[in-house]
């Protein structure tokens, strides 16, 4: 159990398809992220959400829509993704927005 | 631009000694994270430098020099469950919210 729970943690979809990924955090933190991680690659950041309010969105596609209803609830919805979105994407969460980040287990994402 | 540079993949021996560098190149810097990821597991938080010199925790070390831009985790006594992928992440955003800059990983396979 990290405290953060993704839901789910595999998920297969077509390029038309839409789709949730969603991220709870029982930990009551004030902070919830967004990060990708493709093979081989950093881990990218992708939304930041500070008490509910998005303070970052890191040039990421429209295709990738954040909703953020309150402090222990993140979700990313999906739709018309392409092959190379398939990944890892994890949610986390901190104290402040400075302390060090909590992990979920990640949704593995493959696109078809 | 923004790096993070480790190596990546490394090896060791069941209770050696195994030291993990990091060298980064970012516009700001705000403190130093090291992450632990088994496979198909979250990163969990390992330790945090935002002053020069060691940081002890257990058998785990982490040293910074922000003069040089390097970091490295220093392992002890290796376990075989210590066998995962270790990130590190530089935050460059000094007294902003918590952007973390993630290297590649190093992939440590430990053997017996």
């Known amino acids: 159990e990290t405290g953060v729970t993704q839901t789910p943690r595999h998920l297969v979809m077509g390029m038309t398809n839409k789709k949730s990924l969603k991220c709870e955090q029982h930990?009551?933190?004030?902070?919830m992220y967004w990060y990708k991680q493709s093979a081989k690659k950093p881990l990218e950041l992708m939304f930041v959400?500070?008490?509910?309010?998005?303070?970052e969105n890191n040039s990421v596609p429209s295709r990738f829509s954040p909703e953020c209803p309150n402090s222990s609830h993140l979700f990313l919805h999906l739709h018309t993704l392409q092959p190379e979105d398939s990944a890892l994407y994890l949610c986390a969460s901190s104290q402040e927005i400075e302390g060090p980040l909590h992990f979920g287990n990640g949704t593995r994402l493959t696109v078809t | 631009g923004q790096n993070i540079d480790q190596p990546t993949e490394m090896t060791a021996t069941e209770g050696a000694i195994v030291q993990i560098n990091c060298t980064y190149q970012t516009s700001g810097f705000n403190g130093l994270f090291w992450y632990q990821q088994h496979a198909g597991e979250a990163p969990t938080f390992l330790s945090y430098n935002v002053l020069d010199g060691l940081e002890e925790k257990g058998r785990f070390s982490s040293f910074l020099s922000r003069s040089k831009g390097y970091s490295y985790l220093l392992l002890k006594e290796l376990q075989m469950k210590d066998s995962a992928s270790y990130l590190c992440?530089?935050?460059?955003?000094?007294?902003?919210?918590?952007?973390?800059?993630f290297g590649a990983g190093t992939r440590l396979a430990v053997h017996p």
């Open positions: 959400y500070n008490f509910k309010e998005q303070t």
């Open positions: 992440a530089v935050r460059d955003s000094p007294g902003g919210y918590n952007k973390l800059i």
């Open positions: 930990l009551g933190h004030n902070a």
